[in-house]
């Protein structure tokens, strides 16, 4: 599957000037210089059209024109590489056509992001509320209307899905709208490859507007959509030329968001991918395995040199004469005819072979002894499995990301070993922490606008007040959690609360949840105690009523009187 299914675009990202041109690691700028830019433009002149579409539509081919020319080539770059669609495909080997011309890729870069989204958001987030403020606030109305949202849009598949255009291409998008026909809110990550966003001149980057467009082909005609966010409306607008063409405005329709509803997020401040400066060690890698491949597939057609003479008697009817310039028979000096080479089968697998003999004048012949070789280089085994764990080596620690098939990185390792082995990650996650939660915040405040506006919640101002925090996903010793969080309970250090989110990992099962079987729990003992005691009640009462049972037969006991009972026995007391 090609990462775009505009095919113009995925030939703008591909080696310039043709599909099989690139001559892999000779130097200069992989990217241009306008590959990666922040967009911007004075606000004050935005204010003066955006109520405008017809205004609008210079500004914006202009943005789509830049961005479908400059950046998009580098980002569909990244995402091919994410996909295993690597330059080496398209090198320029400039090798003999019956020589091995493998291109094999290495699939570090989808390896290097899927571990660092599993690392990130591997355990779902968590949102909680704190208003320093009002202690006793618990902001349960916000609280349960985000808790609502998150089930409703499947929130841990989407931080994952925006981690993965994070860490591909250093940028990630999300809009947030309402769903057609509904009241509902709706959250959706859109592919970096086609959505930007425009920020006034201000040292803050306030968003002016936001821009998605994407391709569609039906039936062989080609039609580009191109959308525009503002602070107050959507204006959606169609060209069939390209996408930055003559824009025909479809529709318009206003949203109760207060603020451009597309929110980028950025993994770092350059906007750079996660293994996007290590390009160069990964083509190396590639080029080294795929050299490896070929010089073992060459040795298996290595050329077979003879030197000397094939026993060839049997063919010398078929044989082509040797002849001169003017078609005359060519002899030795014996008077022999010569013959030309006979081509040899290499599909036989005996080759007859027969020494040359070499007459001398007054003594006996010279024997030349022919022979038989293949014509091969020597492989540096050892020396190519050194530059490969190099490369895998810098690319591992350059990017901050742990190599499990490390022989240190043992699956008994103690929790102090293995932080030290993620230490570098741990460093980096910080600070990608930091501004993914610039980004959360501001979809908590989205949500909380319109939510205000419907009497959800009593005031925008609670989205303050919510953050989110972060578990990374390590692997861990369940009984061992268990374990340590009873002795914490039991000593009255932790609340039953804390308890239950400690060992929730290993029992899945949420706090509130676990609380309410505890309570269930609790309530059926007591019932199934009450049942016990009434059931011991009831007996007695029994007892009292009818007396106890002799285990003899009273039905011949006459009334008032005693049973007929037997004579006693002699020495027996009555």
Partial sequence: MAETNDLQAHGMSLPWPDRKSIYMLRGGSRFGFDANQDYQMPADEWNAIKANPDAIKPILSWFVNDHYTNQLPRLLTLERYYQAENDIHFWRSDKAPDRADNRITSGLPRYITDQKVGYQFGNPLKFAYSDPDKPDDSGEDIVNAIAAFNDAVDEPYHEKVMSKNLNNTGRAYELTYVKQGTNDLALRAIDPAHCFVVYDTTIDLNSL????????????????????????????????????????????????????????????????????????????????????????????????????????????????????????????????????????????????????????????PTVIQTSAEYLTKELNAQGWQTYNDRLLADIHKDTNTPDVTDQNFAANASGVAMSYKLWGSDQERATQQSLYTRGIKRRIRLLATYWAKTSLIKSTDEAEHVNPSYTPNLPKNDNEVITNAALLLKTGAISNQTFWEAVESATGVKPDGEEKRMKDQKAQEKQDGLDYMAKIDGSDQDKAQGGVSDGEDDSDRPAGGTANKPAPKLGQTV
Avoid at 252 to 281: C, M, S
Avoid at 327 to 347: A, H, L
Avoid at 348 to 359: S, T
Wanted: charged residues 30%; without cysteine.
């Fill in 209 to 364: 507007f936001a821009v998605r467009y994407y391709m569609v082909n039906f039936m062989k005609t080609t039609t580009y959509y191109v959308e525009v966010y503002t602070d107050s409306m959507v204006y959606y607008f169609t060209s069939t030329d390209s996408p930055n063409g003559e824009y025909t405005l479809t529709s318009q329709t206003a949203h109760f968001f207060g603020t451009v509803p597309i929110t980028e997020y950025k993994l770092n401040d350059e906007r750079l991918g996660a293994w996007e400066p290590k390009l160069d060690e990964i083509d190396a890698y590639d080029k080294s395995i795929s050299e490896m491949a070929n010089s073992q597939e060459d040795l298996s057609n290595a050329i077979l040199v003879i030197s000397g003479d094939v026993d060839d008697d049997d063919d010398l009817d078929d044989a082509e004469p040797l002849t001169n310039a003017d078609g005359e028979q060519i002899t030795n000096s014996n008077g022999d005819p010569i013959y030309k080479v006979d081509r040899v089968d290499p599909k036989k697998r005996i080759l007859f072979l027969k020494p040359r003999l070499i007459d001398n004048i007054g003594g006996a």
